[in-house]
């Protein structure tokens, strides 16, 4: 099956700093990709939709200022947590859809974010 | 619009009984419909899916999915637990378009007690 490969799976950052989590379809081309949160004990919450070659459209109560989405390319999205607060700390997992006819999600295996 | 729901937020099985994790969503047309399981500290893996062939899906692990249209529900079941499938599990939806969005339902915790 298609293969989405996510990219740090662990990071630790210290407060104001910004952090870059990439996402990476590697054996498909990806116009659609997802973005999650998770909280501890906590289902995923969608943040926003990348969309190639577009602006990123973000759900109600994500700031996306603080959360920066690039898709530049039909293979790579990326995530930057700009300025980070220990209320970042999260798991952050990206999706891309695959196909058309028979639209199927691919996960990354996530990044866990600890800003310290 | 599509949504899920899973009606049980934890439940716990005895090693060697069956499990059962029920899950119901709604959707104004045909979805395709995962089963994804979260260990603790862990990423999603893929348990099984259902994309409008057969009905009854087989995934990894033993684990065995039925999608019931008139019940809008696909619910995941394992003969026999074992202490490994002690887990997060997901139903998750997609859009059979690629305009709409993945949705996660709220998650079981599955216990497994020896």
């Known amino acids: 099956g298609a293969v989405v490969s996510q990219h740090p799976s662990r990071v630790i950052c210290k407060s104001g700093t910004s952090v870059k989590i990439e996402c990476r379809s590697l054996?498909?081309?990806?116009?659609?990709m997802f973005w999650y949160r998770q909280f501890p004990k906590q289902s995923l919450m969608l943040m926003a939709t990348s969309n190639e070659g577009s602006k990123a459209t973000y759900e109600q109560g994500v700031e996306k200022d603080k959360f920066l989405i690039n898709h530049a390319s039909l293979t790579l999205s990326t995530l930057t947590v700009t300025s980070a607060h220990p209320e970042d700390s999260s798991f952050y997992i990206c999706s891309a859809l695959f196909g058309t006819a028979n639209t199927e999600a691919f996960f990354g295996q996530g990044t866990r974010l600890t800003v310290v | 619009a599509q949504s899920v729901t899973q009606l049980d937020s934890h439940v716990s099985v005895s090693e060697g009984t069956p499990v059962l994790l029920r899950c119901n969503y709604s959707?104004?047309?045909?979805?395709?419909l995962f089963w994804y399981v979260q260990h603790p500290n862990k990423g999603l893996q893929l348990l099984l899916k259902y994309t409008s062939a057969a009905t009854l899906v087989k995934g990894i692990n033993g684990f065995e999915a039925e999608f019931k249209k008139s019940e809008t529900s696909f619910h995941l079941t394992k003969p026999s637990a074992h202490m490994s499938d002690a887990a997060e599990y997901f139903c998750v939806v997609t859009p059979k378009t690629s305009y709409d969005k993945v949705i996660f339902g709220p998650g079981t915790s599955l216990s497994v007690i020896p």
């Open positions: 054996d498909f081309q990806a116009t659609t």
């Open positions: 959707s104004s047309y045909s979805p395709s």
